[in-house]
């Protein structure tokens, strides 16, 4: 899944992209990180990237591009990715879509954060407001005055690319003023209808990203139930021993029994056979005494 959230700053894209790489196991990509990773690993394109913001300059978007694309090569982004903080303008749109193309890989999906801007300074100047009323230090970039120059840039620079993805049936649109649970359902559903997550595979990418931990209650309950399997198991032994020397003890009576019997009866026959024979005995001798006379 390979994605781009848009939407002025403070609309949440920070949060909701880092919802979706819990869920699905991608992998987010900020410029400003990569540009950092790669000039610390010394890449060529890190390299001149290096020599560039040393003069004071910006670096150019070819050499994002390439910073991109040497950084969606790399195993952990093959299950998909988010872009943050690129494209800003059309012109790095154009020059995205033309890597996607010859890498053989697709942009599923554009999300658009919506937000009231009136809203959204609204906020920060209560932010600002109750950090100094508890004596905190405001930072220069979070106050009022900077949010409404960086809202203009964006403006200026980065709407028209809702036009393009826009044109090319890419965009969707979501109401980043629900609650954060809200906007995350609401993306899940729109990627789920874009075909860029299956149904039955989001939740285990979830589990696996991560995983549930254990709660105090569950922890005892399991200790409970392996205490009464133990215990179950113990007196089935007991049970079976028991049934194990009464079966021995029945065996042996009943051979016993039948051994007895047996003789019994095997005593009768020979008994009975010895008076036959004594009585056929005493017949042939009285026969032949009668005979004699």
């Not at 800003?88 to 697709?106: F, I, Y």
């Not at 009323?133 to 900077?146: A, H, I, K, N, Y």
């Amino acid at each position: 899944m390979r994605i781009i959230l848009l939407g002025p700053p403070g609309s949440g894209k920070g949060t909701q992209a880092q919802l979706l790489v819990q869920r699905y196991g991608i992998v987010q990509l900020s410029t400003g990180e990569m540009l950092r990773a790669a000039v610390a690993a010394g890449t060529p394109v890190g390299l001149k990237a290096k020599e560039i913001m040393a003069g004071g300059g910006l670096v150019p978007d070819e050499v994002v591009v390439g910073i991109i694309s040497d950084r969606i090569d790399q195993p952990d982004a093959r299950n998909g990715f988010i872009l943050d903080g690129f494209p800003r303008t059309v012109p790095q749109a154009e020059a995205l879509d033309e890597l996607l193309r010859h890498k053989h890989l697709k942009l599923d999906a554009v999300i658009e954060l919506r937000v009231n801007e009136s809203a959204l300074l609204s906020r920060v100047e209560t932010r600002v407001a109750q950090m100094r009323e508890r004596g905190e230090e405001v930072r220069v970039d979070d106050t009022p005055e900077v949010l409404t120059k960086r809202l203009a840039s964006y403006r200026n620079q980065t709407e028209p690319l809702i036009h393009y993805y826009s044109e090319r049936r890419k965009l969707s649109t979501i109401d980043g003023m629900m609650a954060i649970d809200e906007v995350t359902r609401a993306i899940h559903r729109q990627l789920l209808a874009l075909g860029a997550v299956e149904p039955k595979t989001h939740a285990r990418s979830a589990a696996k990203a991560a995983p549930a931990k254990k709660t105090k209650a569950a922890k005892k309950t399991a200790q409970k139930l392996a205490k009464t399997t133990k215990m179950a198991t113990k007196s089935a032994k007991k049970a079976a021993k028991k049934a194990a020397k009464g079966s021995k003890k029945a065996a042996k009576k009943t051979v016993k029994k039948t051994a007895k019997k047996t003789a019994k009866k095997a005593a009768k026959k020979t008994a009975k056979k010895a008076v036959k024979k004594g009585a056929k005995k005493a017949a042939k001798k009285v026969t032949k005494k009668r005979a004699r006379r």
